[in-house]
Every structure is written in structure tokens, then in C-alpha cells.
């Protein structure tokens, strides 16, 4: 068996949702130049008491189904997060419990928005060596829960929800290449620093701007590394499933594969940054409206805190 490939998908957003008009009567700012400068509508957000956790498991359930069988083979749970629950124990221990599954192994993979590609391409190692045969990968992030609503040029971003794929040992493709790199140089550029403001809880500190361009250069140069050696050319990619960061990131990406934007996979409208599950989300929602077919090519990539950026080129 050389592949793991994507046997199911599921996704779960919370109930509630704060619109550009919400965040207008937080702090200055407008729906107008939050659409242009960043194409968000409006983000779900955790209600009081919703976890992490909560969500990975639901995402979980819904690519689950009422599947008992497959759920019983599930023999390793991945979870890409950056808002646990709690410091420890980890989100993955907290959907193992909850998905009644006893001893299997669980964990946490922490590299913030590309967390789902570093989840994905541990996977596909472990079923690459024959390890495990059957893997519960998510993504899931509340990002509203370490969001600063008093900084107009951040707060505007983010979102929270999760996705689940399960992969599974195959002769067929599936995963054909994973790229995962690092660059931790510039940590304050984007991070969550440890030592909190009196009685405030830690929240995102980001340069934006700073941020903003070496994501593009990052991720332009990702597109060519991964093509490379693959087989394939960029004409030969259905849907491109990007990290939902920024409508115009993602434009300059399309623009470097020569693919219309009606061949990507757009939910940041909608969802906003969910970081680790904003991937697995646009998958979801690329599979259960139709637009990825059985047999197409996806290009996933992402770039995130750390510095940390990755990709994988997948046959569905
Ligand atoms: O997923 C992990 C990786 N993260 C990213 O890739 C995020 C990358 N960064 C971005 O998406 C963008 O930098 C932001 C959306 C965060 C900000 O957009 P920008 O075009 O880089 O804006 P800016 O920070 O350069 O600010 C431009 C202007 C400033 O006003 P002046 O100084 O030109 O008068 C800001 O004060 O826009 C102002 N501004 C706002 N105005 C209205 C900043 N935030 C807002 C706001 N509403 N919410």
C-alpha cells in the first residue's frame, strides 16, 4: 500500500455569527473595507462554553456519519489546533473520549494556520510505513477565543470551526507529494506571547502588512517546489484548496498557477481565518457542493505563524 487516501470529510461551524456590521459597533471601521482588504463577510464564532474540542468532535461525527465500522478501525487521531482546550491534556486525548475509541493513539500538532498540511503529511508518513492503516485527521481552531476585539486591523480576521478528513492505506493515489517547511526568524511578526497583559487572556499580535507579503512570496515559491519532481504541471490541477487567510493572498496564488478564481476554493467570505481548519473546511465544502469530483487534482497550501508553510497534491 503506497498512498493514503481520502476516504471521508466532514465539517462543523458554530452557531453563531458576527458580521462586518457586528464589528462595526466594536470598534472603527466598515463592511466596505473589510470586504476589500480582506473579502470576509462574516466568521462563526464559539458561543460561551464551546471547546475546541467540541468542535473537532463534531467535524469528527459528521465525516463519521453513523459509520460504526470505520469509526472502530480508526487506529490513530491527528489534531491540528492552536487553541486547545486546555495546556494539556491534548484536543485529539479530549475527541478520542468522546468518540468512545480506546486505545489508539492521539495527538496534537501545533503549527497554527498550516497546522492541517503538518497533520496531513504526518499521516501519510505513518500510512506511507505501514504503521497505520486508518487515520482521523482534524483541524480545528477558536480563534475568537485569543482575539484582541479592541485591534481593528487583526480582530477583523479571524473565525472558528473545524474539518476531518480519514485517510486510509490504498494502492491508488491520494496523497502524491507533502511539502512542510519552517522559518522561525520572525516569530513576533505573528504570535501569541506567553506573558499576558494584567487580567487580560493572551491574545494574537500580528504585523499584517509584514505578514501579508511574506506569505505571498512564500507561497508563490511553494507552488513551483511542489509541482517539481511531482509529474504533474500546473495546468494539471482541477481546484487549488487554499488556507483561507486573505482574498487577495489567495488571488496572487491563483494568479502564479494560471488559474481562474472560479478554480479555487473560496470560503474566507464566509468563514473568515478558522487557521488550522480553514483548509479542511474549504475541502468540505469543495466535495459536498460537487465542485471536487472523484478523481481531480487539489493543490492545498497554507502559511502561518512559526513562520510555518506546507502544501499537498492530492488525487481525490
Ligand atoms: O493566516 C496566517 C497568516 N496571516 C496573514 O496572512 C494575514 C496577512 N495580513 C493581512 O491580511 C492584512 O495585512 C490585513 C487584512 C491584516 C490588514 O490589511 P492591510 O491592507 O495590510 O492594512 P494595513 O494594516 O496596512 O492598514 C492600512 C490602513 C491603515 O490606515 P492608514 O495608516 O493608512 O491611515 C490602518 O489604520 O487601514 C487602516 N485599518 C483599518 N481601517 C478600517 C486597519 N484595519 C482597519 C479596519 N478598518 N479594520
Given at each position: 500500500?503506497?498512498?493514503?487516501k481520502f476516504v471521508?470529510y466532514?465539517?462543523?461551524?458554530?452557531?453563531?455569527?458576527?458580521?462586518?456590521?457586528?464589528?462595526?459597533?466594536?470598534?472603527?471601521?466598515?463592511?466596505?473595507?473589510?470586504?476589500?482588504?480582506?473579502?470576509?463577510?462574516?466568521?462563526?464564532?464559539?458561543?460561551?462554553?464551546?471547546?475546541?474540542?467540541?468542535?473537532?468532535?463534531?467535524?469528527?461525527?459528521?465525516?463519521?456519519?453513523?459509520?460504526?465500522?470505520?469509526?472502530?478501525?480508526?487506529?490513530?487521531?491527528?489534531?491540528?489546533?492552536?487553541?486547545?482546550?486546555?495546556?494539556?491534556?491534548?484536543?485529539?486525548?479530549?475527541?478520542?473520549?468522546?468518540?468512545?475509541?480506546?486505545?489508539?493513539?492521539?495527538?496534537?500538532?501545533?503549527?497554527?494556520?498550516?497546522?492541517?498540511?503538518?497533520?496531513?503529511?504526518?499521516?501519510?508518513?505513518?500510512?506511507?510505513?505501514?504503521?497505520?492503516?486508518?487515520?482521523?485527521?482534524?483541524?480545528?481552531?477558536?480563534?475568537?477565543?485569543?482575539?484582541?476585539?479592541?485591534?481593528?486591523?487583526?480582530?477583523?480576521?479571524?473565525?472558528?470551526?473545524?474539518?476531518?478528513v480519514?485517510?486510509?492505506?490504498?494502492?491508488e493515489p491520494g496523497i502524491?507529494?507533502?511539502?512542510?517547511?519552517?522559518?522561525?526568524?520572525?516569530?513576533?511578526?505573528?504570535?501569541?506571547?506567553?506573558?499576558?497583559?494584567?487580567?487580560?487572556?493572551?491574545?494574537?499580535?500580528?504585523?499584517?502588512?509584514?505578514?501579508?507579503?511574506?506569505?505571498?512570496?512564500?507561497?508563490?515559491?511553494?507552488?513551483?517546489?511542489?509541482?517539481?519532481?511531482?509529474?504533474?504541471?500546473?495546468?494539471?490541477?482541477d481546484w487549488?484548496v487554499?488556507?483561507?487567510?486573505?482574498?487577495?493572498?489567495?488571488?496572487?496564488?491563483?494568479?502564479?498557477?494560471?488559474?481562474?478564481?472560479?478554480?479555487?476554493?473560496?470560503?474566507?467570505?464566509?468563514?473568515?481565518?478558522?487557521?488550522?481548519?480553514?483548509?479542511?473546511?474549504?475541502l468540505?465544502?469543495g466535495i459536498?457542493?460537487?465542485?471536487i469530483q472523484k478523481g481531480q487534482l487539489i493543490?492545498m497550501?497554507?502559511?502561518?505563524?512559526?513562520?510555518?508553510?506546507?502544501?499537498?497534491?492530492v488525487r481525490i
Amino acid at each position: 500500500m503506497k498512498f493514503s487516501k481520502f476516504v471521508a470529510y466532514g465539517s462543523y461551524l458554530p452557531k453563531k455569527i458576527l458580521t462586518n456590521k457586528d464589528l462595526e459597533q466594536i470598534f472603527d471601521t466598515s463592511d466596505e473595507w473589510i470586504q476589500t482588504r480582506t473579502g470576509i463577510q462574516q466568521r462563526h464564532i464559539v458561543e460561551e462554553g464551546q471547546k475546541t474540542s467540541d468542535l473537532a468532535f463534531a467535524a469528527a461525527q459528521d465525516a463519521l456519519g453513523d459509520n460504526d465500522s470505520l469509526k472502530n478501525q480508526i487506529d490513530l487521531i491527528l489534531v491540528a489546533t492552536t487553541t486547545p482546550d486546555k495546556i494539556f491534556p491534548s484536543v485529539a486525548c479530549a475527541v478520542q473520549r468522546k468518540l468512545n475509541l480506546k486505545n489508539i493513539p492521539a495527538f496534537d500538532i501545533q503549527a497554527v494556520c498550516s497546522g492541517f498540511i503538518y497533520a496531513l503529511a504526518t499521516a501519510d508518513s505513518f500510512i506511507r510505513s505501514g504503521v497505520y492503516k486508518k487515520i482521523l485527521v482534524i483541524g480545528a481552531d477558536s480563534m475568537s477565543t485569543i482575539t484582541d476585539y479592541s485591534d481593528r486591523s487583526n480582530a477583523i480576521l479571524w473565525g472558528d470551526g473545524a474539518g476531518a478528513v480519514i485517510v486510509e492505506a490504498s494502492d491508488e493515489p491520494g496523497i502524491i507529494k507533502n511539502i512542510i517547511n519552517s522559518n522561525g526568524e520572525h516569530e513576533e511578526l505573528l504570535h501569541v506571547p506567553r506573558e499576558s497583559k494584567e487580567n487580560q487572556p493572551n491574545t494574537i499580535e500580528m504585523q499584517g502588512n509584514a505578514v501579508f507579503k511574506i506569505a505571498v512570496n512564500t507561497l508563490d515559491q511553494i507552488v513551483d517546489e511542489t509541482l517539481k519532481g511531482s509529474g504533474y504541471e500546473k495546468k494539471d490541477i482541477d481546484w487549488l484548496v487554499p488556507h483561507q487567510a486573505n482574498i487577495r493572498i489567495l488571488q496572487a496564488t491563483a494568479k502564479k498557477l494560471d488559474m481562474s478564481m472560479d478554480h479555487v476554493i473560496v470560503t474566507i467570505n464566509k468563514h473568515g481565518n478558522t487557521s488550522a481548519a480553514s483548509i479542511p473546511l474549504a475541502l468540505n465544502e469543495g466535495i459536498k457542493t460537487g465542485r471536487i469530483q472523484k478523481g481531480q487534482l487539489i493543490l492545498m497550501e497554507a502559511f502561518g505563524g512559526g513562520f510555518t508553510w506546507g502544501s499537498s497534491l492530492v488525487r481525490i
